[in-house]
């Protein structure tokens, strides 16, 4: 850093005379179909770095780079245009410039639609589309709105990669580092002013992540002032949804407002039991006190309820189908889903704004607090209410030790296609059946109630035509309460909390008789608190402009627990030792113009990424304990990128290449294993990965009216090498010399190098045309083809315990490599293609602007599945040898399926 800072004050000393006569292009932006309205937008010289703001219409540059470039004019809400233009000794006057609304942003409101879908969090990963709204790039568009609903994740990395901001301020989640879109999920409107940084290319807020970084901006004075009202009708997450915002052009005392609201529903989506219930509303008002200061206010609630779905196995996809959901059951003839998801987490932004002819600086302070909820059925000595458990299922008595029952397997199947659902009716039942009335079954809430401080400052510093820094630093604090909270008794009188399998206490200093709205089973508080500088470089010459940044990340995590639980007597109240990350980030970009239409860049990071709050800790909700000799992931990425940028030609092809080192992982299973049968939490440590592809995306205009685009990505994402295992029994009392007193057991390296990991469709193309009327209506399709996805590997079954016999601790005899690689072969997902249409019209009807939007994914209905994961139950050779004789294993891959046809259809009328 020493050095870094050094070079930084040698360049500026040395360039601070440096001056050239500059030229200026000119031009006033208006909109065509609004009776000339001046917009606000931003215009680039693209293969330059050279970009300025549209204020009022006037657009203004002054540059020094001489030669031939295109033009490219940005408005939120209009078409984009791009201009070739000549610099050399002359100014240019482009007179006036005309942008005709662009209705195909509407697409986002569909993105949106599909990007909410719940995979569930506890098995997979979000994916990363969200993000990538805010761009214009071929490829990232085809990757959001076409090969998203497949779950494509760009260069395989998950969202934890990304970083999102709203007015500078970091959103990512310190428990798993994603951003968490549903705090601001249907306030389309209010957040379409984004800017959007790929990969590693600089950022002007913060170092960014290896993803790429989104800064929303919700200034009033940003948006088009006037009052827009929606309503969309769809059979994806929700059935329809209506949307409102109104924002006020900015008065002579320099005050302005925007408000918005927005409510989405569904009785159920697209997959059967998931209902649909959010609202949404938001303010910001903003303050202009004069040229240099401006203080703005904004204030966000999103609550979202609804239902979730499941994985499953192939048994009972051949059964059911893909929009089958064994959450939910009739009661009443209503609909009612066990496993419903809430986030009700308000947001406050305080911004102040500084800004003269070289220096921008952005002060801000946020505070997220609320509850977000997973709901579930606790069963007690009691059957498993799940219809898909595997005793009830055909597989059961056809993968029998004692011999296939072929009789009692069909009358199974037939009594599980018309049983297939919770019974909520014997669940009431089985509570009643006791003379005390002790829950055997108890319906409670998953809760983690946060509280998030954040203070930002930002800023940037032109030292002249061809220098300039960006800087910033960053306190977030996280105060995060878990718990788990009786939501029903579901008739019964109390619920007894001790656990079932070890006879203990959860809480020895409390009562073990809960009632309804009690805390139970576990109650604790995460600490984190996250402290970040970042600096940068950047220079631009005619020829090349090149950046250089680095930051240093400090954080620490705690646990504080509130219970004292009985199997941990001395290590599950109070605070655990703090668990400390100082890490040093560096990377850089340089771009070479070959002209103004053809330009090369390379890009590098080395970077450390601290383990997630969530992977920190071995069982939050019983001890302190945290993972051994924890580590920050470290990260070493780089890609070479050539840009086109002619009249009718746009495009980028791209090469990269990513390790990632020294990861963690924590999970939680019942694992019948080699060397004991136990719900366990595993560990894995040192996991190395690598990810290497190219990306193609170009675009022809074929005509005034008709463009072709076409995309390609192929992918190569695998585990690097052979990471550390360790097991954490629940029930500590055990004889067997391979687990320890404290139910621990360091199961050694897991053999998964070179296996795929499960990162989405590893090859993607894309196809499309479109037509864009001179009447204002416009249409396009795309087919797409995927491959190459592959369901997650479990770890534990390629440990060495696989081979034991927990009845004789010796390897079993037909345990031959050639059979356990059989058994163990990784399972890849079917390619498939789909095709999607999209299309729309406006209108522009006495002064005021009506558009209609639709669109169809999947016209075809192809049945595809978008990923899976193994089952760990089976740890050892022989149960799994034994699962596996049938075609249709108990505890094979549980897959999650896409959605079939569906439609979106959105009216939007601009007041």
């Excluded at 070079?7 to 000339?36: G, P």
């Excluded at 939120?76 to 942008?99: C, F, H, K, M, Q």
């Excluded at 662009?102 to 986002?108: F, G, P, S, Y």
């Amino acid at each position: 850093m020493r050095l870094f800072f050094s070079v930084l004050s040698f360049i500026i000393a040395i360039n601070f005379t440096f001056s050239q006569t500059k030229k200026s292009i000119k031009a006033t932006v208006l909109s065509k179909q609004e009776n000339n309205i001046k917009i606000q937008g931003s215009a680039i010289l693209e293969g330059t770095s050279t970009s300025i703001e549209i204020i009022s219409g006037t657009l203004l540059i002054s540059t020094i780079q001489k030669g031939n470039y295109i033009l490219k004019i940005n408005a939120e809400g209009y078409t984009s245009i791009r201009l070739p233009i000549s610099i050399a000794e002359e100014n240019i006057d482009l007179g006036i410039i005309y942008l005709e609304k662009d209705i195909t942003t509407e697409k986002t409101d569909n993105l949106i639609s599909l990007t909410e879908v719940d995979i569930s969090n506890d098995e997979s990963t979000t994916i990363t589309s969200g993000l990538l709204q805010a761009t214009k790039d071929i490829f990232l568009n085809r990757a959001a709105f076409d090969f998203g609903q497949a779950f494509f994740r760009v260069r395989g990395y998950n969202s934890e990669y990304s970083q999102v901001l709203l007015n500078g301020i970091l959103m990512n989640n310190l428990t798993d580092g994603r951003p968490q879109w549903n705090n601001w999920g249907g306030l389309n409107d209010a957040t379409r002013n984004q800017e959007f940084t790929f990969g590693l290319q600089p950022s002007n807020h913060s170092f960014g992540g290896i993803l790429g970084t989104t800064n929303i901006n919700t200034q009033p004075s940003k948006m088009r002032p006037g009052t827009r009202v929606s309503f969309s009708a769809a059979n994806r997450t929700y059935a329809g949804r209506l949307m409102t915002t109104h924002t006020e052009a900015t008065n002579k005392k320099g005050i302005t407002y925007s408000v918005s609201a927005s409510r989405r529903w569904a009785k159920e989506g697209y997959i059967e039991g998931t209902l649909y219930d959010a609202f949404s509303v938001f303010g910001a008002l903003e303050y202009q006190l004069n040229s240099k200061n401006t203080f703005l206010a904004t204030a966000i609630l999103a609550s979202n309820r609804r239902g979730r779905s499941s994985a499953f196995t192939e048994e009972v996809f051949l059964l059911k189908g893909r929009k089958y959901n064994p959450y939910w059951g009739e009661q009443d003839k209503k609909i009612r889903n066990s496993r419903e998801r809430k986030i009700a987490q308000p947001v406050f932004i305080l911004n102040h704004f500084y800004k003269t002819e070289n220096l921008k600086l952005n002060t801000g302070f946020s505070y997220l607090s609320g509850p977000q909820s997973k709901s579930r059925l606790g069963y007690y000595n009691a059957p498993n209410p799940d219809a898909t458990y595997y005793r009830y299922l055909p597989s059961f008595y056809i993968n029998s030790p004692i011999g296939a029952n072929f009789e009692s397997a069909e009358t199974t199947r037939q009594v599980f296609i018309k049983n297939s659902q919770l019974d909520w009716k014997s669940i009431y039942e089985a509570n009643n059946a006791l003379e005390d009335k002790k829950a055997s079954y108890v319906l409670y809430n998953d809760i983690i109630d946060d509280k998030v401080v954040t203070f930002n400052t930002s800023g940037n510093l032109k030292i002249n035509s061809k220098y300039s820094i960006d800087f910033g630093l960053m306190y977030k604090n996280l105060k995060s309460h878990n718990y788990a909270k009786i939501e029903d008794l579901l008739n019964a009188d109390y619920h007894l909390d001790i656990d079932t399998f070890s006879n203990t206490n959860n809480d020895i200093n409390g009562s073990t008789r809960k009632g309804k709205d009690e805390i139970f089973n576990y109650n604790y508080i995460l600490n984190a608190t996250n402290l970040n500088y970042f600096s940068q470089l950047r220079v631009s010459y005619s020829k090349w402009y090149a950046s250089l940044s680095a930051s240093i990340n400090q954080l620490n995590y705690q646990r504080e627990g509130l219970f004292k639980n009985e199997r941990y007597l001395d290590n599950s109240i109070g605070n655990s030792s703090k668990v400390n990350f100082t890490d040093i980030n560096l990377k850089g970009a340089f771009t070479y113009k070959i002209t103004g239409r053809h330009w090369v860049n390379a890009q590098f990071a080395v970077t450390q990424k601290p383990t997630t709050l969530q992977n920190t800790f071995v069982n939050p909700r019983e001890n302190n304990t945290s993972v051994e000799n924890i580590q920050s992931e470290r990260i070493k990425t780089a890609d070479i990128n050539y840009h086109i940028r002619l009249p009718k030609l746009t495009g980028r092809i791209s090469t990269f290449y990513t390790e990632f080192k020294g990861a963690t992982d924590v999970n939680f299973f019942f694992v019948e294993s080699g060397i004991g049968s136990d719900f366990v939490q595993e560990v894995v440590t040192s996991i190395n990965k690598r990810h290497m592809g190219i990306e193609i995306g170009l675009e022809y205009q074929l005509s005034s009216s008709v463009k072709a685009s076409g995309v390609f990505a192929l992918g190569d994402y695998t585990y690097d090498n052979n990471p550390n295992v360790a097991i954490n029994f629940d029930t500590t009392a055990s004889t067997d010399e391979l687990i320890n007193t404290e139910g621990y057991s360091n199961l050694g390296t897991s053999s998964i190098h070179g296996y795929k990991l499960a990162q989405g469709p590893q090859k993607a193309f894309a196809f499309g045309l479109e037509y864009r009327d001179p009447k204002y209506w416009w249409v396009s399709g795309s087919a797409n083809f995927l491959g190459n996805n592959y369901a997650n590997i479990s770890t534990i079954t390629r440990t060495s315990s696989f081979y034991l016999n927990p009845e004789t601790k010796e390897p079993f005899p037909e345990a031959t490599p050639e059979n356990v690689n059989k058994l163990l072969a990784q399972q890849k997902m079917e390619d498939f293609y789909l095709l999607n249409l999209v299309g729309g019209k406006s209108w522009i009807i006495k002064g005021n602007y009506v558009s209609v939007f639709a669109s169809v994914n999947n016209v075809f209905n192809t049945v595809f599945r978008t990923g899976g994961y193994e089952q760990s139950r089976n740890g050892n050779y022989g149960e799994m040898s034994q699962d596996n004789l049938s075609t249709t294993p108990s505890f094979g891959t549980k897959y999650w399926y896409g959605y079939g046809r569906t439609y979106f259809l959105n009216l939007a009328i601009s007041l």
